[in-house]
């Protein structure tokens, strides 16, 4: 009997569709993509930064959310204080892992709605933790 790896998850491949469609839209809004899916090297600090992008004047760490509808809730709801958090303590490890001098430092959340057999919509919330 052959054993085969099974593929991603239906949930893995919608956050990999919010994801492209996401960093689609920063490109769009003149941003640079400087990572995607960032892990920690450190064990103190586990997690992913889904993107981090600079942005004329700022350096942007972009928590994406994405959904299939808002039964359970709008995609940006998602990002928790907790969440939210772990985010910033991302951001202190890149930060250490890439020491540059940026004007700024923001987060933004962009949440991806993606309606089975309907067009994704994408709300950019910019600085908004």
Partial sequence: MTSRA????????LGRLGEDLAVCHLQ????EILDRNWRSATKLVRGELDV?????GALVFCEVKTRRSVTYGLPAEAVSPAKQARIRRL????????PRSWPSIR???????????????????????
């Fill in 52 to 56: 981090v992008a600079s942005a004329p």
């Fill in 91 to 98: 951001a202190r490890c890149w930060l250490d892992e890439h």
């Fill in 107 to 129: 987060f933004d959340v962009v949440a991806v709605l993606c309606p089975a057999g309907g067009e994704a919509s994408i709300e950019h919330l910019a600085g908004v933790f």
């Fill in 28 to 31: 769009r809004q003149g941003m």
């Fill in 6 to 13: 099974a593929g991603p998850s239906a949930k893995d491949r």
